[in-house]
């Protein structure tokens, strides 16, 4: 135990870089192949293809060292014991997971075995996929014995990804064999002996020595549930609150009050009971549709995973039907929009609801003003600035001369904006707001008009005066307040993966 495994990392992208540093972080000997020659090109020269706290660190303190990036998986499958894949897993057309990604590197690693391998699946596959890729071995005249096909799923958020890894809420080991099973407890032995915490240059986080990461065995169809029911799940509950926000909002409730409520009681939980415009990025969305592909497949009802998905479709709806009942009507409308990521501290756009909003704001004939604090290169790729598109240096920019102001994305810069400075630079000072950064009493107070997610909109929809005064509208200092664990940002349950 304890001894440094040489590993290959195939895939750089936001899981395999994040794995493959904090896997040199762990002690082990390491080499990240991309078959993306641009990528490998710029993580060489000191680049870093994606945004996320810590790696730039990591990076610095291991490349070239502990890490080595390559294009050539040959030479890394020869060198390495334990080869983790790390490869995008997109939805295909008929909802289930595309895995052609997965058997390319299958196929090219098998071409390349020179000894016993482990092959790990890091990306999100569905259950059977550990058969596959055995199958796909023996298909490629690899012997039985060389090889072993680990269950090993990742459950980092981008965003936090690298705490995430060295400090899991556990990590799941699905082996079907004792060899490889041991392999992987040796991989992660330092963080579950506690002796990466214990170290003086550990990165701080939850785990400690005291109280090391917790390995779970189970077997590879169990590990690969676990990671797709589990992101149904958390999925879930962000469709679950958000039908409450819109129920809430029809009787004049206040879905934050309710999911303080709720997240109290410990059976439940106060994470992931954030209204909003629905979850997003390059987790959820697929992974659902696969868990109902597979469901399906096995002859099993599981239709509430339908209703989980229709639920965040029609909440981007809900959200644009408040921008629409705030300008009334959209041609012409000057729109500043705040976050294009999925959600903070990424710069991930992949199915990103904050993208579609925008898209829909331009077809309807707005010209938009957007403002993001990381994503806004990636999001030029699939949303090209135009005479309509406008890519501006700041919030206070973006909003010049706006009819309307939405925030799309919860970055922590956008719950401390100078209101007073906004609302100077506004035409009309009107904000819909799809995080519910804000509290409504407070937005009242500053003089904006303010929608949100499940709560009475202030200075537009009429509303009681007990209720008013329950949200501290106007003149009223006791506005509601959201407990510390719904506060907008951070840990609080952003739809992540
Ligand atoms: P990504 O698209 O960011 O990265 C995939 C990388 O694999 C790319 O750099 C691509 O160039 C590379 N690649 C593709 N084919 C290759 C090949 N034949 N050889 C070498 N490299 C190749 O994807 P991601 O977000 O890191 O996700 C990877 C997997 O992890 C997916 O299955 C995803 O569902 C899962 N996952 C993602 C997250 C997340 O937050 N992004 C979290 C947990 C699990």
Redesign the pocket.
């Known amino acids: 135990m304890g001894e440094a495994v040489k590993i290959t990392v195939?895939?750089?992208?936001?899981?395999?870089l994040v794995a493959a540093a904090c896997f040199a972080e762990m002690g082990h000997d390491v080499i990240c192949?991309?078959?993306?020659e641009s990528?490998v090109r710029l993580l060489n020269d000191g680049g870093i293809p994606?945004f996320e706290d810590h790696l730039p660190i990591l990076l610095k303190k291991h490349l070239n060292s502990r890490l080595r990036v390559t294009g050539d998986?040959h030479s890394a499958v020869e060198q390495s014991d334990a080869i983790f894949i790390?490869?995008?897993?997109p939805q295909g057309s008929s909802g289930a997971a595309d895995l052609s990604?997965v058997e390319?590197?299958v196929s090219?690693i098998a071409r390349c075995v020179n000894g016993y391998k482990v092959l790990v699946e890091?990306?999100?596959?569905p259950v059977y996929t550990n058969e596959w890729i055995t199958q796909c071995m023996l298909r490629n005249r690899i012997p039985r014995k060389n090889f072993d096909v680990v269950s090993n799923?990742?459950?980092?958020?981008?965003g936090t990804?690298v705490i995430d890894f060295l400090h899991p809420d556990r990590i799941v080991v699905g082996a079907n064999s004792q060899r490889s099973e041991r392999l992987l407890r040796q991989i992660y032995e330092t963080l579950t002996s506690g002796r990466y915490y214990a170290k003086g240059d550990s990165l701080p986080g939850p785990l400690s020595a005291e109280k090391p990461a917790t390995l779970l065995a189970t077997s590879a169809q169990s590990a690969e549930l676990i990671k797709h029911a589990s992101n149904a799940f958390l999925a879930m509950k962000i469709s679950f609150i958000n039908a409450v926000a819109n129920l809430a909002e029809s009787v004049n409730g206040d879905v934050e009050e309710i999911a303080a409520g709720m997240g109290l009681d410990s059976r439940i939980g106060a994470k992931f009971l954030r209204a909003g415009l629905g979850y997003g990025?390059?987790?959820f969305p697929?992974?659902v549709a696969a868990f109902s592909w597979v469901a399906q497949q096995q002859g099993i009802d599981f239709h509430i995973l339908e209703e989980v998905r229709k639920i965040n479709a029609r909440q981007q709806d809900v959200f644009f039907n408040k921008v629409r009942s705030a300008l009334w009507t959209l041609r012409g409308k000057k729109v500043a929009a705040l976050g294009l990521s999925f959600k903070g501290g990424t710069d991930?756009v992949r199915e990103s609801p904050a993208i579609d909003i925008v898209k829909r704001l331009l077809d309807g004939g707005c010209t938009v003003s957007v403002y993001d604090p990381v994503a806004m290169d990636r999001a030029k790729a699939v949303l090209p600035p135009s005479r309509d598109l406008h890519y501006t240096a700041g919030p206070y920019t973006a909003a010049e001369g706006a009819d309307a102001l939405l925030i799309l994305t919860d970055w922590a810069e956008f719950a401390q904006l100078d209101l007073s400075r906004l609302k100077g630079t506004m035409r009309f000072p009107i904000i819909v707001d799809g995080r519910n950064l804000y509290k409504p009493g407070h937005m009242f107070e500053h003089g904006f008009s303010y929608l949100s997610i499940g709560r009475p909109a202030v200075d537009r929809i009429p509303v009681s005066t007990e209720r008013r005064l329950a949200l501290g509208v106007p003149n009223v200092t006791t506005a509601f307040s959201r407990p510390e664990s719904l506060q907008p940002l951070g840990d609080a349950g952003s739809p992540?993966?």
Do not use: H, M, W
Not at 86 to 89: H, L, P, Q, R, S
């Open positions: 195939v895939g750089s992208g936001y899981v395999g192949v991309d078959n993306d990528k994606i998986l790390a490869v995008g897993t990604y390319a590197v090219q890091k990306s999100t596959v799923p990742e459950f980092l958020r981008e990804a990025g390059s987790c697929k992974d991930d992540t993966s």
